[in-house]
C-alpha cells in the first residue's frame, strides 16, 4: 500500500488508522530519514491504540512503554544503538515476540534481529511535491 500525505495532520491521520487495525503481536519497522515524520506517523499509531498521553520519541532511551492503550505499545527509537548486540540488554525479545504491538525507527539499523514477520513502513519526502509532501509505503514482510 501506498499513500500521499500533504501535511503532518495527515500522516497522524495516516497512523491512527494503522493502530485502530494493530493486533496484539504487530511489530511494524519504521524507515526514513530525519524529520520525514516517524514520530508524528507513530503518535498517530498511539492514538489510534487509545493511547492519549504525550507520545516522544525514545531517542536516548531507546524503548519507552505504553500501557494505557487497548494494547500494550512499545515504541523503540534504535537510532542510537552502536551494535545490535545492545538490543540483548534491553531483552528486545519480549516486546517483539509480546502481546504489544512493536514500533521500531530506524529499523534498518538492527536488520539482523527483526522478526520474519513484520510490516514495514518507509516515509519518504520529495521536496518537488512541497515541503509537506511524504509519500508512506507499508509493506507486509514474510521471511521463512
Not at 519507552?64 to 540488554?89: A, N
Not at 520529495?126 to 508512506?136: I, S
Request: hydrophobic share 35%; aromatic share 12%.
Amino acid at each position: 500500500m501506498q499513500r500521499e500525505t500533504f501535511s503532518a495532520e495527515e500522516t497522524f491521520t495516516l497512523g491512527v488508522k494503522i493502530g485502530e487495525v494493530a493486533q496484539a503481536g504487530d511489530v511494524y519497522t519504521l524507515v526514513g530519514d530525519l524529520g520525514v515524520g516517524k514520530t508524528v506517523f507513530t503518535q498517530g499509531v498511539a492514538r489510534g491504540l487509545g493511547i492519549t498521553e504525550p507520545v516522544n520519541s525514545p531517542t536516548f532511551t531507546i524503548l519507552q512503554i505504553y500501557e494505557e492503550g487497548r494494547l500494550p505499545f512499545y515504541h523503540f527509537d534504535v537510532y542510537r544503538i552502536g551494535d545490535p548486540e545492545e538490543m540483548d540488554e534491553i531483552g528486545y525479545e519480549d516486546y517483539f515476540y509480546g502481546d504489544g504491538v512493536t514500533m521500531i525507527e530506524w529499523s534498518n539499523l538492527i536488520k539482523e534481529l527483526l522478526p520474519a514477520h513484520r510490516c514495514e513502513i518507509r516515509i519518504e519526502k520529495d521536496l518537488a511535491k512541497g515541503l509537506d509532501y511524504r509519500r508512506v509505503t507499508v509493506e507486509e514482510v514474510r521471511l521463512s
